[in-house]
């Protein structure tokens, strides 16, 4: 384990006091677990997790760097900072979150991406479960909600978005069971939390009394509330893909401004956790024991050429943020900075610890490595080619999720049409273009290797009769993105470094020196963390005793 001191400049210090408060920077010099006579319980009362999707490691290294007065310079300097962490895999926002919430990997949680294929299960709708199980989509984003086109997601709010914060804290309020997969043996639609495979840090900590909250971008993230049900007593899940009201670009996603906005919805629930209410604010509730949220804005402004008047994602060379991602990040700075107030306010700096995060990171970094392939030619070439030697069969590949990595479901599961799959991937040259809109041709498929049948069970340590493993398994050559057109110009879900190397910083009431950790760590050993700060036993979580996932060095 390699740990590096960071020393702290004057102007550092007194950034720490403001921020923090004098309490934080006076407290026990132990670490979480040991007071300064040793053997006393835990100090924390409360951990804030803040994930910032698509922020990178060098992007915080860049922030605090050029920024130095700031928060999150003076929250780096103070805490431990894991440099070389790295997310699950598949690098998506579903997987990312759980791994967080549970110490899991995908192979163990079950999740593998927020939309997917389920071999074992009845389509969304079914009510008559007879016959063989036929298999159907596991769609767990805003295709579950009541209405997807609503803010709110289909409760019927008036005076939307002004009124969101009055959205319901349960998120089973707004799904919609009939869009849910079908269980074959119940014959009911599968919850979210009913579809994960092991528990989470929210139901370890409810079992120990405590209160906990969350919001997320989707009302199908209560998936964390695990299989027991009994998860968060206070979600704010307002849906990201909803129409943005007051801009005529379509989602939330598709305007930076237009996310800020909608993060600042979430930050002010966060706000309002702290000060002990509900995320409405009307109703008192006391701070919660673990809680926090995600922000998008920082993804946004890497994945949108231009928004705003501003060019996205970063200058030529991969390492300096572009216009738009500098303000995302300015923007991301100054929301931590009203949360870390709040925390002093609320006289909380003495037993709150912060963990800043990121579910997934964005590739490329580094515009003229983009090259934008369009997935559905492919998809539909090996259809047709299987169709010439199997035409009662003609079509193999019956689900995927391609967004900077290739994720196949085949209604044949069987070696022969498995390995068909693989060896036309990695023997079709594909179209696409670059960044300049000019057009380029990428060979095998744009794929750099691929995982067949039993070599993609191996691959994520599953049985290959797992019915939720994606069958064919891709691995995207640096800086392709399957997309068609010209709206992105990265993304995520891949095994690129740059989708994965994201920041974890933790930062203690106690610690008199920040710390830079450079050992190989995973953003999974987050939540048997939390638990360690808490003085929870880690060894409750299902996926930590299955995958031996360690709290972080330095605890």
Known sequence: MHIRSVRRTAAVVASVVTVLGTAAVASATALPGHGAGGGEPSPIKHVLLISVDGLHQQDLT?????????????????????????????????????????????????????????????????TNCTGPVPGGEAAYMEAADIDQTRLDAGQGLKGLPGSILQMTGNPLQVINPANLPVNPKTCKPILPNQYIQVNTIFNVAGDAGMRTAWSDKHPANQVLSGPSGKGPQDYF???????????????????????????????????????????????????????????????????????????????????????????????????????????????????????????????????????RVPDSPIISAINAAWATTHPSNPNLVI???????????????????????????????????????????????????????????????????????????????????????????????????????????????GLKHGQSIGSPVETTQIAPTILTVLGLNPNELQAVKIEHTKVLPGF
């Open 62 to 126: 860049w922030y605090v760097q050029n920024h130095p007065l700031s928060t999150l310079a003076a929250l780096d300097r103070r805490g431990l900072e894991y440099s070389n962490a790295m997310t699950p895999f598949p690098s998506d926002s579903y997987p990312g979150i759980v791994g967080q919430m549970t110490g899991g990997d995908p192979g163990v949680t079950g999740i593998y991406y927020d939309d997917t294929w389920n071999h074992d299960v009845f389509p969304a709708g079914t």
């Open 237 to 371: 899940t307002p849906e990201i893909n909803s129409t943005a009201i007051g801009y005529t670009t379509g989602d939330w996603t598709t305007d930076n401004a237009a996310t800020m906005q909608y993060d600042s919805y979430k930050v002010q629930a966060v706000i309002n956790w702290i000060r002990g209410f509900d995320h409405s604010g009307r109703h008192f509730r006391g701070t919660p024991a673990i809680f926090g949220m995600n922000f998008q804005t920082v993804s946004t402004a890497q994945k949108l050429p231009a928004s705003d008047g501003l060019i996205g994602g970063y200058r030529p060379g991969g390492t300096v943020p572009g216009p738009l991602l500098q303000r995302a990040l300015n923007y991301i700075n100054t929301q931590v900075t009203r949360m870390v107030r709040a925390i002093r306010q609320r006289g909380l700096a003495s037993s709150t610890a912060i963990i800043i995060s990121a579910k997934h990171g964005q590739s490329p970094t580094n515009p003229n490595d983009l090259a």
């Open 399 to 509: 689900f995927s999720a391609d967004d900077d990595g290739m994720l196949l479901w085949l209604s044949d599961r069987s070696q022969t049409a498995t390995n068909f799959v693989k060896h036309y991937l990695l023997t079709h040259s594909a179209a696409g273009n670059n960044i300049n809109d000019q057009p380029l041709t990428v060979s095998s498929s744009g794929l750099t290797k691929v995982y067949a049948g039993a070599q993609s069970a191996k691959f994520f340590g599953v049985p290959n009769s797992d019915p939720r493993h994606p069958d064919v398994l891709g691995i995207a050559q640096h800086g392709v993105v399957y997309t068609g057109g010209t709206s992105k110009i990265a993304e995520h879900g891949g095994d690129d470094p740059q989708d994965r190397n994201v920041p974890i910083l933790v930062v203690v009431p």
